[in-house]
C-alpha cells in the first residue's frame, strides 16, 4: 500500500505543478456543464413564423393572435404571398408558415369547422415534431373556446350542455418526477456524468503513454512494484479527481440549475466510486495498448462518442433499435446516468438502483483486470 501512495502521490504532483491540466480537470468540466446544459436543450420556443392569412377576418386574427401570445412562436412576417413565404422557409428565416385560407371565419360559424395549413421545416427532425405539436395545441384550445362560446350564446342551459350519446373522455394529466417538464432537471444530470467520464477517460488514457514517451516506464518495470500496484497507483490519483468533480458538479447543478436532489447523495457518491473505477480502467487499457499520447486521444474520442450515442443521455434507449439495446449494456454511462437521474430526480435507493449497480460493479472489475493483464503483456 505504501508503494501505491507514493506513485500516486507522484502523479498527484504532477497534475498540480502542470496549470493547464489542472485547468483541465477542474475548471473546463465546470464551463462545459453551463454551456452544455442551456445548449441541450428538448423545449423549442419563439419559434420563427411566417403567416399568410387569406381570409383577414377578425376570428384569424384571434388565432394569430394565440401563436403571438403563447411564447412558443414569434411571427416574423405577414403577407397574403405564399411564394415569400416559401422563399423564407427554404433561405431558413422561418421554421414554420401558418396559412389561413379564405373564408375561415366563413366556414366556422356555417359548419363549426374550418381547414388551417401548418407547413413546417421537418430537415430539424425532432425538432419539427415538437413545433407541429405545440402548433396543433393552441389551434385545437383556439378552437374549443370558440366552440364553448358559439354554446354560451345558443341559450338554454340544454343546448349548453354536450349531446346525448355524443362519449367525452376527461383526461388528467400527472408528470411525475419532474411536474415541471423542466428539461435542465433531466439532462444536467447527463451531461455532468459525461463530462466526469470524458476528462477521467481522456488522462488516465494518456497517463502511460507520457511514461513510454518519455521513457520512464521502463525504469518503473524494473522497480519491485508489481503490475497490480502500479496500475492502482495511476488509477487512485484521477479517480479522486473524479469524485472532487462531481461534487463540484453537482454544487453547480442545485445552484445555477435548481437540479432537485431527492435521493441520498451518499449513496450517489458510492455508486460513482464504483463507476469511476470502470471508467478509469478503459482509459488505462486504452493508455497500455496504443504507443503515444496522441494516438490515447484518438482512442478515447472513439470511445466517448459511442458512449455518448448509446447512453440515452441525448435519445432514449427505448427507442433505438432491440440490437442497439442489447449493446449499450455493455456501455457503462448508460447505467450511471440511469443511476444518477434516479437518486436525483427520483429519490432511488439502493433496492431501486441494484441492477445497474451491479453491472457497473462487474464492469469495472472485468476492465480493470484487462487493463492489468494488457499492460504486462505490452511491457514483459
Do not use: C
Not at 439532462?187 to 463530462?195: D, R, S
Amino acid at each position: 500500500m505504501r508503494r501505491i501512495l507514493f506513485l500516486a502521490r507522484a502523479e498527484v504532483l504532477h497534475v498540480v505543478r502542470d496549470r493547464a491540466t489542472l485547468a483541465q480537470v477542474l475548471v473546463l468540466p465546470i464551463l462545459q456543464l453551463l454551456v452544455l446544459s442551456n445548449a441541450a436543450t428538448f423545449q423549442v420556443s419563439n419559434t420563427p413564423t411566417y403567416v399568410v392569412d387569406f381570409d383577414r377576418s377578425s376570428l384569424s386574427r384571434g388565432l394569430i393572435t394565440r401563436f403571438r401570445a403563447s411564447g412558443q412562436f414569434q411571427v416574423e412576417e405577414q403577407s397574403e404571398s405564399p411564394e415569400r413565404a416559401n422563399e423564407a422557409l427554404l433561405r431558413g428565416d422561418v421554421t414554420m408558415v401558418l396559412t389561413i385560407p379564405h373564408d375561415f371565419e366563413a366556414a366556422i360559424v356555417r359548419t363549426g369547422a374550418a381547414p388551417i395549413q401548418l407547413t413546417v421545416n421537418a430537415e430539424k427532425g425532432s425538432a419539427a415534431g415538437i413545433v407541429q405539436a405545440y402548433a396543433s395545441s393552441i389551434t385545437a384550445a383556439y378552437a374549443s373556446e370558440l366552440e364553448a362560446s358559439a354554446r354560451g350564446t345558443a341559450g338554454s342551459g340544454a343546448e349548453r350542455s354536450p349531446r346525448r350519446g355524443a362519449p367525452r373522455i376527461d383526461v388528467r394529466l400527472r408528470s411525475w418526477y419532474n411536474p415541471d417538464l423542466n428539461y435542465q432537471h433531466y439532462m444536467v444530470p447527463g451531461i455532468l456524468v459525461a463530462l466526469v467520464t470524458l476528462i477521467g477517460t481522456l488522462l488516465s488514457a494518456q497517463n502511460i503513454a507520457r511514461e513510454k514517451e518519455l521513457g520512464t516506464l521502463e525504469q518503473l518495470n524494473v522497480t519491485p512494484i508489481t503490475r497490480g500496484q502500479f496500475m492502482a497507483a495511476k488509477l487512485l490519483p484521477f479517480w479522486t479527481l473524479g469524485m472532487i468533480n462531481l461534487a463540484i458538479g453537482l454544487l453547480v447543478a442545485g445552484v445555477v440549475f435548481g437540479v432537485p436532489m431527492r435521493g441520498s447523495l451518499l449513496l450517489l457518491f458510492g455508486s460513482a466510486a464504483v463507476y469511476l473505477v470502470a471508467a478509469l480502467a478503459i482509459g488505462l487499457w486504452i493508455s497500455s495498448v496504443v504507443d503515444t499520447q496522441q494516438q490515447a486521444m484518438f482512442v478515447t474520442f472513439f470511445v466517448m462518442n459511442v458512449y455518448l450515442l448509446m447512453s440515452g443521455l441525448f435519445t432514449p434507449i427505448d427507442s433505438m433499435a432491440p440490437w442497439v439495446q442489447v449493446v449499450s449494456q455493455l456501455n457503462p454511462v448508460r447505467h450511471f446516468v440511469t443511476i444518477s437521474r434516479a437518486i436525483l430526480m427520483k429519490g432511488a435507493g439502493l433496492a431501486d438502483i441494484a441492477r445497474p449497480l451491479l453491472t457497473l460493479t462487474a464492469f469495472g472489475a472485468v476492465t480493470l483486470a484487462l487493463a492489468i493483464r494488457q499492460y504486462a503483456k505490452r511491457t514483459a
